[in-house]
Structure formats: structure tokens, C-alpha cells
């Protein structure tokens, strides 16, 4: 499949959004999406035969601050039936950055968007598990945001351990196992 | 006989434990010794060198993304210098590509040497670890040669190499070739049909094919289980599709399955070497002729003007790339690597963002040992072969 049919058909697969090609100088064939668009893309993407693309390949995110729309969420995904590379971007404001998960998708999303979210502060919704996954839990500040410093003195605010009774830790455990939908 | 009351044990696996393989920590929920839930935690080692890139120029980069993943330190800066050949639309000369394919092939045997040695070492076959090491110590001494830096050489340049091949390099690589084929034979008498070695993987760590692809798996996790993705043979790079090899795979996913596809890439990796080897000269052009990018050679500086002032210039400013973006797809020792490479058109890069093949692997952790033996743990993580260099970055 050359360049134009595949992003004519997948207009085809999304015909409610506007899918634009973006030039691309390396494997991957670029397009924009609009962010409503992503959970229906992205079903489209893995389930019809003719794209078949299972492998997620990669998930991240870029800060153009401070141009707006600021922010750039990034899919590389990977046909291996078909042998081709797609990417697909998302453009999203600085002052509402989120975008929908595509976990259910593709279940490699999982991390991705954790570190996303927690390295930009893009939030996922509907996102199983919407933890840091990188930095400490009680970390302020999104560190790969363009407008986060470099170099920061902070005090440790985590020196001391949590104290908890055995039975607070268990209950802890269940809801963090329910709430990672199990 | 009186019913014993029994109740589930979470056990603290990590972050301080020999065999995570750097600082994971994995908490487990154990039903006797059967793992009923695993939940790994990561970024103990998170160093923000992404964020460091982006204050760096461009070639001092490479030294920073070899200690991502520090067991393949050559391929992920080859990575990076294609990412970035991509972005300035250069292309590099025909021996610079054979010299990177030998590079890259010797750093997959190297890697899969420590993995051998430290996964031998956890299911009790600690002989192996030692015979490992060993011949891990000639590729070491390689890199000595080539570079004067035995893990981190920094051989790699955008445009190049930093260098021309040192005197007595053919031989020594030669040397480790012949000497690498019998001893790898020897590896395979001490596991491949070693009693409790395939007690130990067989049907231990399974996962599907439909699972590997779905969480994100690739390299020799993914042939393991019997998906044929081998970037090298997908989306060929430096000349790849010129050179005869296999994609060796297997199709049960275990852990013994990973071992067999290891060993037996390692012995792909030798023939590419042997034909890369075949076609390098011992003397030759090394990087392109482009004076915006590479230095140039020592002698002119210290005898003409323009290239005194080319020297100061590329190594006070740098050069600067085209605005855009790149990720060229490699195939490192852990599978599909790559960075994803923005440029805004000045000589410092906007954003550069890894492909991490061990952070998709410790996801699908759980996947394989929930169910499984607490024994089972250790054989399960020694066989994704994660770097936490990789994971956290």
C-alpha cells in the first residue's frame, strides 16, 4: 500500500474527522488526527485487515511551548502482516491537554501513557491505572514540559516512611488492584 | 485431617534483589508459591537524560544515550546518528555501513553474553556465567581497541565514525570469531539438554503470540513466541537485506524458547560479522566529507587555517540540523530500538525520545508469571532480558 491509499483509506475507516497528511521524511507515513478521533482510529487501525496494525510500536509525547497548540501526542504503530509504519499525531491545547486512552487497544499503551502523563502532564481519560510511573508519586511539576526547569533544589518529601497498620496496607492493595480494573 | 488456615503472603520483591537485574521491584501477592498478582515498580533509576539531551548539542548526545542501555551501548548510538543522518538528509558511505553493521552484530553477542551468564547464573548454572563472561571479556577488549573505552565507547559519530579502524582490528575480531563458534557450542552442551536447566524454563513464562504482539513485545521475546518481526528483515537499514542470515524463531514462548532463539541469533550474529568483516578494508574513508558536520582530520588542523577554524567551530557550536523529525527503526539486542528525534533547526536537540524495548517488556511481566511459581519469578525476569538502565532512562 503506497502513501496516498493508505491515507485515503484511512479517511475511508474515519469518514467523521478530518485526517490530514503531514510530510514525513523517515519510514513512517504521518498524519494528523483530530483528538476526538483517536478511539475509533485507533480500533479501526488494529482491526480491519487491511492496515492489521497490532504492534504499537511506540507512544510519547512533545512539548512545543510556546507555540500552541502546545503539545504533540505521538503513535507509531507497526503493521507486521502488511509491513508498514504509521504514525499518527494529535495536536492538544496547553490549557486542556487530554486525549483519550487507547489501552484498551493496544494493552502496550499502558505504560506509555503513564509516562506521558507523567513526564508532560497529558492525561489519558479513561486511562486503567492514571498513576506516575517515572517519577515519585508526590512529585509536583510535569519534568519534560519545556517551561520545568532544569536544574531544581528540592527538598526530599518522601524521607520519611509511610506508617500503616496491616490492615489499612491490605485494604490499599484491593483498591489499587480494583481500581487497575481486575 | 483439621482444615489449616491458610491466607495470601505479599512478598516485597525488590527493589534491592540480585536477580532483577538492576532496581526493579516487583510486588507479589503469593498464595503458597503460587503468584496470584504481580505488580512491578519502576524509576528507581530515572535519571531524566531525555531532559538532559535537550540542553546538549547534538554530539554530545551520544555519549548520554549509550548509558540508557547500557548492555547495548553501540546500537543505541547508532540508532540515534541514523535518527539524526535522517533529519540532515546525509548519507553515510558504504564502508561507514559495513563497519556499523560488524559493530552492531559483535554489541549483540555482547549483550546476549551477559544475558546467557546472568539467566544461566539464576537457574543454578553458575559455570555458564563464568565461561560467558569470559568470552564477554574479548569483545570488551575489542572495544579497548577500537575506542580506548571498554563499555561506553563512543565510537559512533552523526556522519560516521570517530575514527578510522585501529591497527589489528580484522585480527582481533577474527581471533574472537574463531574462537567465539566452539565455545558457544560448549555453552549449548552445558543447558540445552541439561536435565534441570529444562525443567527450570520449559513452559515456564508463557505467553501467546497474540499477547506479545499486543503488549508491545518484540526481539527475541517476540520470535519466541513465534512472531517473525525481526526489523532487519522488515524495514532493512544499512544494507541489511545484502547480507545472508536467518530470523530464528520459535513457537511455545517460554522461557527455554528464548534461550533457543538467543543462542541462535548469536550464531546468525557471527555469520554477519564474518561477511561484514569481508567487505571492510583495514583502511578507508570513515565518515562523510561534510564540513558542516565532521571534523576534520588532524593533521590539516594543525597545518591550515580553514580547518582550524572548521575544528573550533564544530566543537564550540556544533552543527546544526534541519527542522523536523525522524526515528529511523533498528534492531538491537532487545529488539526494535529507535529514537524519535525533533529538531527545531538549532544545533540542540528539542526532543529525544528513546524507544525503550525493556520498559514494554517488564509491562508484560505480570502476564507471565501470574499463575506461575514464585521460582519461577527469577528464571521469567532473567529471560525478558530487561536493562533498568533502559527502563527508567
Redesign the interface.
Known sequence: MDVDTLVASLQAAVPEAQIEQAPS????TTVYVPRDAVPALARALRDRPEFAF?????L?A??YWPKEPRYEV?Y?V?S?AH?L?L?VKVRLPADDPHVATVCDV???A???ER?VWD?FGIAFDGHPDPR?????EDWQGY??RKDYP?QIRMTPNASEALQVTEDE?RSN?MK??LTRG? | MPDIKTEVMTVNMGPQHPSTHGVLRLVLELDGETVLSAAPTIGFLHTGIEKTTEQKKWQQVIPLVERMDYLSAQSNSMAFCLSVERLLGVEVPQRVRDIRVLIAELQRINSHLVWLGTHGMEVGAVSVMLYCFRERELLLNINELLAGFRLFPSYMRVGGLREDLPRGFHAAVVAFLDRFGPKLDEYEDLLTKNEIYLKRTQDVGVISKEAAVAYGLVGPIARAAGVDYDVRRYFPYLGYETYDFAVPTQTKGDVYSRYLVRVAEMRESMKICRQALARITPTGIFAIDDPRITPPPKDRVYTEMEALIQHFLIYSQGFTVPAGEAYVPVEGPRGEQGFYVVSDGTNRPWRVKSRPPSLLACQALEQMIVGGLIADVIAVIGSIDVVMGDVDR
Open positions: 521524511i523517515d519510514l513512517q497490532t504492534l504499537l510500536a511506540e510519547t512533545v512539548d505521538v507509531v507497526v507486521i509491513r509504519r504514525r493496544w494493552p502496550a499502558n505504560w506509555l509516562e513526564l506516575r510511573l517515572l517519577m515519585p519534568p519534560l532544569v496496607f492493595l489499587d488492584r481486575r
